[in-house]
């Protein structure tokens, strides 16, 4: 399963963040580093002129410094200042930091500066600024080091630093991109939620108010909504004037039969009227089927301990004379998301069923599905003989009809297998323990539901 579109927004910030603010350390760190070594060089470069100007040539050229001009850190041992002052062929003049090492300095022409890194005493990293110069006709290298630990010190502190704000802005700016996405993907939230109530039949279309990002997708989706109730809308209309239109010619043709009677022989017009009934029925079914509204956007939430009561009570009117007694056991607040007809429909094929069989007594059950959501199980049970199990595997087997397999449960359980295929619905059938005849259990799952 791919991560939500939250997570992924969510992990693109966050890496896109680590990565900038890496390249970011990593650019200040150098440039803090190189800024510090630049404010080194120029104390080097002072302290390279500071000696110039203490250097003085005594008797015979021999070289030496005037001490009230020599800063008093290189008399002090190890003090991470040093100097080195060559000037051929005299003997090197150090200065007293160095104790007994010696710093190695390049070979320049007068003019020249270079600046390096080398190791100092104990191993410690030296920034050195070389100068050549000619003083008196003489000429001579000044070489000024100091010590880059305390530099590189600095400079990882003022990296720790930054990497401190750094990170505490990350974590700002997280939240705030967590909370802008949250915000950003609300419409999207609303959206599917509505997409639950369409299915549900609670909306008939979506709102539109949307981002334009999303607006065209649930325009679109609106648009086959209203493709699809306008074909639905045609065809039953269609199949409604195909049926009405064959009704008048089968009358018609009844009464010719009842007139002929006489001339085809009872027999012969008996099979007549057999057969225009045939039609008849034929016809009813198909413009059931044509009225069966599916789990579409036209459903509502159907409140079965009001409407299940109302259609029994009709169906006792029906069978009273057979004195057949109708149970029924409604869950409360037994609701579903369908079409009204259908489950009527549904309900009433079965329960007639059942009191066409039944020898007195007739159970109706409804109630949520066991493993709670949106389900309903309807259950009808009668008394009556029931049916062998090979019987049962046949009525409920897809793509048979059920009318032409056992007499008796025709043109109902064709219409219950035709309103669970809309429904996505399962029928199963077995012996009921309670009263010992047939027993029909009918399992839907909500649209959208668990």
């Given at each position: 399963m791919k991560p939500s579109l939250r997570a992924q927004l969510t992990a693109g910030l966050v890496f896109s963040l680590l990565v900038v603010s890496a390249a970011q350390w990593v650019a200040a760190a150098m440039s803090i580093r190189g800024l510090l070594e630049g404010y080194a060089a120029t104390r080097l470069q002072h302290d390279t002129e500071g000696l110039l100007a203490a250097l003085r040539f005594g008797a015979g050229g021999r070289p030496h410094l005037d001490a009230r001009y020599v800063a008093p850190v290189f008399r002090r041992p190890l003090s991470g200042h040093y100097f080195t002052i060559v000037v051929d062929p005299a003997p090197p003049l150090r200065s007293r930091s160095l104790w007994d090492s010696t710093l190695p300095v390049p070979a320049l022409r007068p003019g020249a500066v270079r600046r390096s890194y080398v190791s100092g005493p104990s191993g410690r990293p030296l920034l050195m600024l070389t100068s050549a110069f000619t003083k008196q006709g003489r000429e001579l290298r000044i070489?000024?080091?100091?010590?880059?630990?305390?530099?590189?010190?600095?400079?990882?502190?003022?990296?720790?630093?930054?990497?401190?704000?750094?990170?505490a802005a990350i974590l700002v700016l997280v939240?705030?991109?967590?909370?802008?996405?949250?915000?950003?993907?609300?419409?999207l939230g609303r959206a599917r939620e509505q997409l639950v109530r369409l299915g549900r039949g609670?909306?008939?279309?979506?709102?539109?108010?949307?981002?334009?990002?999303?607006?065209?997708?649930?325009e679109e989706i609106?648009?086959?909504?209203?493709?699809?109730?306008?074909?639905?809308?045609?065809s039953r209309n269609a199949l409604g004037n195909l049926a009405h239109g064959l009704k008048t010619p089968l009358t018609h043709l009844a009464q010719i039969t009842e007139r002929l009677d006489s001339e085809l022989g009872s027999e012969a017009s008996a099979q007549a009227r057999e057969r225009i009934?045939?039609?008849?029925?034929?016809?009813?079914?198909?413009?059931?089927?044509?009225?069966?509204?599916?789990?579409?956007?036209?459903?509502?939430?159907?409140?079965?301990?009001?409407?299940?009561?109302?259609?029994?009570?009709v169906l006792r009117g029906i069978y009273r004379s057979k004195g057949v007694r109708i149970e029924a056991r409604i869950a409360p607040e037994t609701v579903f998301p369908a079409d009204r007809e259908d489950l009527l429909e549904l309900a009433g094929n079965l329960v007639d069923n059942a009191c066409k069989w039944a020898r007195g007594r007739v159970r109706v059950t409804a109630a949520p599905a066991p493993a709670g959501g949106d389900g309903l199980v309807l259950v009808v049970e009668d008394d009556g003989p029931g049916i062998g199990e090979r019987e049962r595997e046949v009525l409920i087997a897809r793509g048979v009809r059920a009318d032409e397999t056992v007499p008796g449960h025709g043109l109902g359980l064709s219409i219950v297998r035709d309103i669970l295929e809309l429904y996505g619905g399962r029928l199963s059938l077995?012996?009921?323990?309670?009263?010992?005849?047939?027993?029909?259990?009918?399992?839907?799952?909500?649209?959208?539901?668990?």
């Open positions: 070489a000024v080091a100091e010590d880059l630990g305390p530099v590189y010190a600095g400079a990882r502190k003022l990296g720790l630093r930054y990497a401190s704000a750094a990170a939240v705030l991109q967590l909370w802008i996405v949250r915000r950003a993907l609300r419409p609670e909306i008939a279309t979506l709102d539109e108010t949307l981002p334009r990002e999303i607006r065209p997708l649930v609106n648009r086959l909504l209203d493709v699809q109730r306008r074909r639905l809308e045609r009934g045939d039609l008849r029925r034929i016809i009813e079914r198909e413009l059931r089927r044509a009225r069966l509204a599916g789990a579409g956007p036209a459903t509502a939430w159907v409140d079965l301990a009001v409407e299940i009561p109302a259609l029994l009570e077995d012996r009921s323990p309670a009263l010992g005849g047939l027993r029909a259990r009918v399992e839907l799952t909500a649209p959208g539901g668990s």
